[in-house]
């Protein structure tokens, strides 16, 4: 078995340091924690930390007897397996049941060591990592710690947050140039009045099939597009394109019109 498994962690507990200091919103610990049947299990009474990076990696979990609330054990739960709960006080897993929960090694201070990650990773993922083919005893990806937490049970989007909706663009404005240069610059002026380049779009007219384009100006020449979210934006746009010496402006949307 690979000497890997068994080499120094790079995990710590979060202990008496404040949350602010690692890339967590809010403080987990004293979560109550749902099993897969909405039965409350357990709590919350510590995260385990990469050192380096500063990201939560593990719940640690202790379980309690449903009957007495005794504490039997504490495991530890990928913090991507985690999910918000409509009771803010709570904390919901999917994965965990109690075949899971038995097949997961006690948890233990200090000694979390790539070996013992694995075992949890196996255990939670089953044989849709198996699949996969990563993270499994003896590979490669055990010796490189960021490409074994590169994956959905490291993910912290469920807990902290969605990832951004894309932005929601009401129309395109752009502009037909005579001279490429012209348009190169209009462009650079737009990067500095704060529109980003993923919403700049630098074409031939020739390449351009679009309605709005009459046949006096389909011929040749440069066009700049930008995507804009406003009518501040659609106005302030435009002005940028016409001072660099436009021959035409126009917007497409629902519908379409000259706007020089």
Known sequence: MSDALYKHTRLDELGSHDISEIDAEYDLRNFLVLDGNKHKIGRVVELLYDVQSKKIRYLVIEIHSEDTEENLRRILAPIGTAE??????????????????????????????????????????????????????????????????????????????????????????????????????????????????????????????????DESISGGGSIVCVKVQTSDEAFKASEIININGCVSVYETNDHKQDIK
Do not use: W
Request: net charge negative; with cysteine.
């Open 84 to 213: 918000p709960h409509d009771d803010d006080n709570y904390l919901y897993i999917p994965a965990l049941n109690h075949d899971l929960i038995n097949a997961l090694p006690d948890y233990e201070k200090g000694h979390v060591n790539p070996g013992v990650e694995n075992m949890v990773r196996l255990a939670y993922a089953g044989e849709d990592l198996l699949a996969e083919g990563s993270g499994l005893t003896g590979n490669d990806v055990l010796n490189d710690e960021e490409a074994f937490y590169n994956h959905l049970h490291f993910d912290l989007d469920k807990l902290f947050g969605k990832k951004p909706k894309p932005p929601e663009y009401i129309q395109t404005i752009c502009g037909v140039f005579d001279d490429s240069l012209e348009a190169e610059n209009a462009i650079s002026d737009l990067i500095k009045e704060g529109f980003s380049q993923d919403v700049i779009d630098l074409s031939s007219s020739k390449q351009n099939d679009d309605a709005a384009l």
